[in-house]
């Protein structure tokens, strides 16, 4: 199994605060993705990665950034959260064979 | 815009039954789709998947049906069991567009004992 791990699992934040959510894959994909899901939308990309520093935009990128230092981490900050950032956030890596392997969310709270 | 979407977002089944879960897509240049299955707090979790190439594709009790002519794709769960009890969406992708998956909204299948 592909391994995949996210970190924190939980959080609650304060609006206007910065969060980074971290995930970490145990294998060298070159691909990996953040998505958001929401109730009434399924899930819907954030940002991606085609390599280490090589990142891009997903259809709801605003108030997102990424980076990739490492081929293993994914990292997503909310520079200055708001109550719309509200989610679960999924992290994604794209296997050899064809699908994308998600992760076990992260769920955040901006209050 | 073109966007994947199910046809239904609720889907009540008999424990026994055959489930078909149905999903319209728009983007004519998709040539990969899959379908996820989520369970409540957990990732969305791979059950099978289809390339344009192909019109059915069997997995052990699913099978995909893809019909480019009206652009939609199907799942169909045999015996559903209490266990198939969960959110299921499609999700495609151009392979050429770095594999990108847009998802649909998805159905809450529930199974009735």
């Known amino acids: 199994d592909a391994g995949i791990t996210q970190s924190p699992r939980h959080k609650v934040t304060e609006t206007g605060t910065p969060v980074t959510l971290r995930c970490h894959q145990t294998e060298n994909h070159r691909y990996m993705y953040w998505y958001r899901q929401d109730p ?3 899930l819907r990309l954030i940002h991606y990665s085609y390599g280490v ?24 900050t909310l520079e200055s959260a708001t109550s719309s950032q509200t989610s679960v956030y999924f992290c994604a890596i794209q296997l050899p064979w064809g699908e994308q392997y998600f992760g076990p969310g992260t769920r955040l709270t901006v209050t | 815009g073109e966007s994947v979407g199910l046809h239904l977002p609720t889907l009540s089944v008999q424990e026994g039954d055959n489930s078909i879960i ?31 190439n192909m019109d059915k594709r069997q997995g052990q009790r699913v099978t995909v049906l893809l019909n480019k002519t009206v652009k939609h794709l199907s799942l169909q769960i045999a015996a ?21 998956l847009s998802f649909g909204a998805g159905t809450t299948v529930t199974v009735r004992a």
């Not at chain 1, 520093?53 to 997503?76: A, N, P, Q």
């Not at chain 2, 319209?24 to 344009?52: C, H, L, V």
Request: with cysteine; charged share 25%.
């Open chain 2, 22 to 52: 149905n999903c319209a897509y728009s983007n004519s240049a998709s040539d990969y789709f899959i379908w996820y299955k989520q369970e409540s707090g957990k990732g969305p979790q791979f059950i099978i998947d289809i390339r344009s």
């Open chain 2, 80 to 100: 559903t069991q209490p266990g198939d009890s969960a959110v299921y969406f499609c999700a495609e992708s151009p392979r050429s567009n770095d594999y990108k």
């Open chain 1, 53 to 76: 520093k090589d990142t891009d935009k997903g259809e709801v990128s605003d108030g997102y950034s990424v980076s990739r230092s490492k081929t293993e981490d994914f990292l997503l």
């Open chain 1, 40 to 42: 009434g939308h399924g």
